[in-house]
C-alpha cells in the first residue's frame, strides 16, 4: 500500500511558479513509478508527467512540456512538480499518483495509488 498527500498548491499570478510536493509513506514507494494529473472544473482528469521508479525515465503531456518538470527523491520518498511560466489555463485540482508502471500513468492515464488533491489557482 501507498499513500500520498500533496502539498504546495495556491494562488499565483500567471507567468508565476510553484513548487508542488507528494509525500509518499509505504516501504515499497520507490519502486512505483509516480505522476501527476490535473483536473480543471466540468473536466476529465488529465496525465501531466510521469517518472520511472528512479527517475531515470519521464514523460510529459505536450501541454505542459518544457514548463513543467518532475522529478522524485526516494530517500525522501516525496515526488515533486516543478511548473513555471503558470497560465491561467492551468488553474485546476493537481493530484499525485502512483503506479506499478509508467505505461499505465502516461498511456492509460490511471494509477494505482492516488493522493487527495492540491489546488493550483492562476490568475490573470
Known amino acids: 500500500q501507498v499513500q500520498l498527500v500533496e502539498s504546495g498548491g495556491g494562488l499565483v499570478q500567471a507567468g508565476g511558479s510553484l513548487r508542488l510536493s507528494c509525500a509518499a509513506s509505504?516501504?515499497?514507494?520507490?519502486?512505483?513509478?509516480t505522476g501527476w494529473f490535473r483536473q480543471a472544473p466540468g473536466k476529465d482528469r488529465d496525465f501531466l508527467a510521469a517518472t520511472s521508479w528512479n527517475g531515470g525515465i519521464t514523460y510529459y503531456a505536450d501541454s505542459v512540456k518544457g514548463r513543467f518538470s518532475i522529478s522524485r527523491d526516494n530517500a525522501k520518498n516525496t515526488v515533486y512538480l516543478q511548473m513555471n511560466s503558470l497560465k491561467p489555463e492551468d488553474t485546476a485540482v493537481y493530484y499525485c499518483a502512483a503506479a506499478f508502471s509508467t505505461n499505465k500513468l502516461a498511456t492509460l492515464g490511471t494509477a494505482d495509488y492516488w493522493g487527495q488533491g492540491t489546488q493550483v489557482t492562476v490568475s490573470s
Open positions: 509505504g516501504r515499497t514507494f520507490s519502486t512505483y513509478a
